[in-house]
């Protein structure tokens, strides 16, 4: 599985960015996609997950709910992060990742990351 993000930038407070991670490979084996950030001297945490089975069930960091919205679009194997209301502490890089299982084994996948920059 390789995992491509995009969509970073520099964005005011109360702006609004969509992340996108475009997912290509054995993008079958994979359950549960996910976006986590990490900001200059902080450990990196986990803001959003959306699986891809049936519904696609979501859950949010408590940081994050309510503006930001973890979307899927399974044709095009993209997962979306729309960020809205965005605060400077909101910057960081983004990274998506995939919990991906074969039916043997079960591997975590990264892509590269896409630094987000929210001034005030």
């Known amino acids: 599985v390789q995992l491509q993000a995009s969509g970073g930038g520099l964005v005011q407070a109360g702006g609004s960015l969509r992340l996108s991670c475009a997912a290509s490979?054995?993008?079958?084996?994979?359950?549960?996609i996910g976006w986590s950030r990490q900001a200059p001297g902080k450990q990196r945490e986990l803001v959003a997950s959306?699986?891809?089975?049936?519904?696609?069930?979501?859950a949010y960091a408590d940081s994050v709910k309510g503006r930001f919205t973890i979307s899927r679009d399974n044709a095009k194997n993209t997962v979306y992060l729309q960020m809205n209301s965005l605060r400077p502490e909101d910057t960081a890089v983004y990274y998506c990742n995939a919990d991906a299982h074969d039916g043997f084994t079960r591997e975590d996948y990264w892509g590269q990351g896409t630094l987000v920059t929210v001034s005030s």
């Open positions: 490979g054995s993008t079958w084996s994979i359950n549960v």
């Open positions: 959306i699986s891809t089975l049936g519904p696609g069930g979501t």
